[in-house]
């Protein structure tokens, strides 16, 4: 009796580590933080992937502008967009502009909106080296055109985010 206990145990055991080694080679698994931003803004030396600017202190025929750079905040290249989204009360026009003061992205009424019915306006993709610590000056500029002085915008209140979308570029 005690043998056929100890054969039965044995067998058990065996057949329990054996199924768990099939088990091991079959299954496997891996987690990854899909919310990991490569490029990120830097604004008055702190990164961020958003900027919100509120707009209520613009005046028709006035302008404003607002520098920031993005940076590579790893070891590999990165492909990434900049994207402006702002309800668009206020009849303003707003440029992205390169160091070169090139246009990135002008975001008007010819853009569409999301499905928060916020005007949309995202940039091409654009190109983050990682030596030499490359960083990409841009700046945000925000007219309010004079023609617009009337009392139906007086008490608009409006707003701009911008948003950074990044990921690793495989070459």
Do not use: W
């Amino acid at each position: 009796m005690k043998k056929k206990c100890l054969l039965i145990s044995i067998l058990v055991s065996l057949v329990l580590f054996i199924s768990g080694i099939t088990y091991s080679l079959f299954d496997s698994s891996a987690s990854a933080n899909s919310d990991l931003e490569l490029a990120s803004f830097l604004v008055d030396a702190k990164k961020t992937n958003y900027i919100d600017l509120p707009i209520d202190n613009i005046n028709p025929g006035e302008d404003i502008e607002f520098d920031f750079q993005v940076e590579n905040n790893s070891d590999v290249k990165v492909v990434y967009n900049i994207t402006i989204k702002t309800m668009h009360f206020m009849p303003l026009n707003i440029t992205l502009l390169d160091d070169n003061l090139q246009e990135i992205i002008v975001c008007d009424e010819n853009r569409e909106r999301n499905l928060h019915n916020e005007l949309e306006c995202t940039s091409k993709d654009l190109e983050l080296g990682f030596m030499n610590n490359d960083i990409h000056n841009y700046k945000l500029h925000v007219d309010f055109p004079k023609e617009y002085n009337t009392l139906e915008y007086s008490s608009l209140v409006d707003y701009i985010n911008l948003e950074i979308n990044s990921y690793q570029k495989l070459d």
